[in-house]
């Protein structure tokens, strides 16, 4: 029933190609692969040519692998993220993949779903594959195991932060950067607040801190804004703004700004808007985080806290790295910058 | 220097749990770790538990290793795909990590980017990982020596045909797709369409494949089209599409239907004709591919083709699996269905 598996249709070896095929394809010395793809000086040029001739036939990358005997690494990483196909998340997972080049290090990214079984094959860095470290955005996974687990595994997390000493943490200050919200609101003579985004249940969650930041700001400020104009969600899509802005409705008039802690939330609020004719800017004002590309192309655009994702993915690298290479000093948090891009969405009332 | 990498801070082994481990932990034999593992029956109910709470506190996971072992397998395919935060490929890689799901295969996403080097590294199927099959969106690669290469490396292509024969390749049908656009477009009274995306330089890629199928149902339905109407780009992106309508502009009143190669382009084109004040769909109707979720939540909301995703996913597993077990017949060709999926930008015109 099987196939000879050892050789292609045309007898060549039906496998990656080794150090020793292009060796014997070039007939050259393995040594003399060896320096060729070192680019080291004393190859002729000849002789050079030949080598890579060789290489690009068998279609031989030489890098991965001769990194992993030297070193004992693969120089890959896997990142771990919920849903890959989140506008955020795929920003977010390129920015870290331009990154890891930086650093010489491949990503692959992993779904995790909301799968306790998936979160713990990623917290549990893969094993039998060869994987050096974990970027790791969890939601389901219980944090006291995490933890455990961190130490096993180099990790370095991302978005919901699950309790302090898990593991390293990379982040933007989202209090500050929510603060930062308010007082553009208040700049452009916005004075009653809602906001969607928030869980109380879980005090660390991205969308928790974002309105602690809210209230405080509305407090210094002497704004106003009310407990039924809070509303709490857990999950950050376009479906669940659109339905959220709908309790909203009957606040028209009342509220005159309206704060989301994502901009799938915002994106799905300010579609509900158009469709009962409420007004975005005049009538309410809308921001969102994360900064994605569609906002730039919504009309209204959208205003939006953008995170520096390239100087995220550094640190992250910078943090993984030092793990990888066996720091085990206790986890640390890394604050990166955020940044205010403002859009038609928000701007000032008449 | 280095810390002792081999001992985590509590004395246990910095390294994923094996086997052996959970044995000891539990104080059983390896056989009846495996017994429980494999969920055999004569495993005494207490003894189960004290095996799977091992498993627990040690993280341990079974399934990968286990199967590598037994197979010679690794049940990981890679997905490669030029750029991660594509809205479309996206959607395709949740959809082929469900799939994978499915047929008991994990899938990790790696980005190449339009890079030769990277796309080498993914034709070749990773050398150094554990990777079985590769399923492939190649951009920059020659198509020659992928052809070469799918001879050695289980592998399916997606997104851009390269030519016939390289390997399998899964699509929709392109050219029926835009003749139904087009038919679509004429039930709603438009009769003089432009089009943005064709490539006649590559005459396989998905934008000229359509353009065709706009071209030949333009003739069949004895509507109007013209050279200076028929935009080319390269890159299918919301930049793009927001460029091109720029040189639209001076021919809106004559043209009264746009068709763009992909829902990006559309989206930009969109936004490009708001801000100069054409309405969608009164003046012009814009019509996208990939259906991708923003189109919904844009106003007004984008009409687009749909692939059928999760079909797709599961044909490109098919061709995959039976390609990873050794199948070495003549590459072939899998269409799956497409559907419109009506919204606002389309509406007839009064």
Redesign the interface.
């Known amino acids: 029933m099987?196939?000879d598996?050892d050789a292609?249709?045309?007898g060549?070896?039906?496998?990656?190609?080794r150090l020793k095929d292009v060796a014997e394809l070039a007939g050259v010395s393995l040594k003399t692969v060896t320096n060729v793809v070192h680019e080291r000086r004393h190859v002729k040029a000849e002789t050079r040519a030949r080598v890579k001739a060789a290489i690009?036939?068998l279609?031989?990358?030489p890098s991965?692998?001769g990194r992993?005997l030297q070193s004992g690494r693969?120089n890959?990483v896997?990142l771990a993220v919920p849903?890959?196909?989140?506008?955020y998340l795929?920003?977010l997972?390129?920015a870290l993949?331009m990154a890891g080049e930086r650093q010489g290090y491949?990503?692959?990214?992993?779904?995790t779903g909301r799968s306790d079984e998936h979160e713990?094959?990623a917290?549990?860095?893969?094993?039998?594959?060869?994987i050096d470290g974990v970027i790791y955005s969890p939601l389901a996974v219980d944090p006291e195991?995490l933890a455990?687990?961190s130490?096993?595994?180099p990790m370095v997390l991302l978005g919901e932060h699950l309790s302090e000493g898990a593991a390293d943490y990379v982040a933007i200050d989202n209090e500050q950067s929510a603060r930062d919200v308010v007082r553009h609101l208040a700049d452009g003579g916005r004075r009653r607040i809602a906001y969607i985004g928030g869980n109380p249940s879980r005090p660390l969650s991205v969308g928790q801190l974002r309105f602690r930041g809210v209230r405080a700001a509305v407090d210094e400020l002497d704004l106003e804004t009310r407990d039924d104009w809070l509303l709490r969600c857990d999950r950050y899509s376009?479906e669940t703004g659109?339905a959220m802005a709908e309790q909203l409705l009957p606040l028209i008039g009342e509220i005159d700004a309206l704060v989301c802690a994502s901009d799938l939330l915002a994106?799905?609020a300010?579609?509900t808007f158009?469709e009962h004719q409420v007004r975005v800017p005049d009538d309410v004002a809308v921001i969102g985080w994360d900064n994605i590309?569609?906002g730039?192309?919504?009309?209204p655009s959208l205003s939006s806290v953008a995170t520096d994702l390239d100087l995220l993915a550094d640190r992250t690298f910078e943090a993984l790295i030092s793990r990888i290479?066996?720091?085990?000093d206790p986890a640390r948090v890394y604050t990166v910058p955020h940044e205010l891009v403002l859009r038609e969405s928000s701007r000032a009332s008449i």
């Open positions: 099987a196939p598996v292609g249709p045309d060549r070896p039906a496998r990656p190609a690009a036939e279609g031989y990358t991965l692998v992993q693969s890959i896997a849903r890959i196909d989140e506008p795929g920003a997972a390129h993949i491949a990503v692959f990214t992993d779904e713990l094959r917290a549990a860095g893969y094993p039998g594959n060869s195991r455990d687990m130490r096993f595994t376009r659109a994106i799905g300010i579609r158009i590309v569609d730039q192309y919504l009309s290479e066996g720091n085990r």
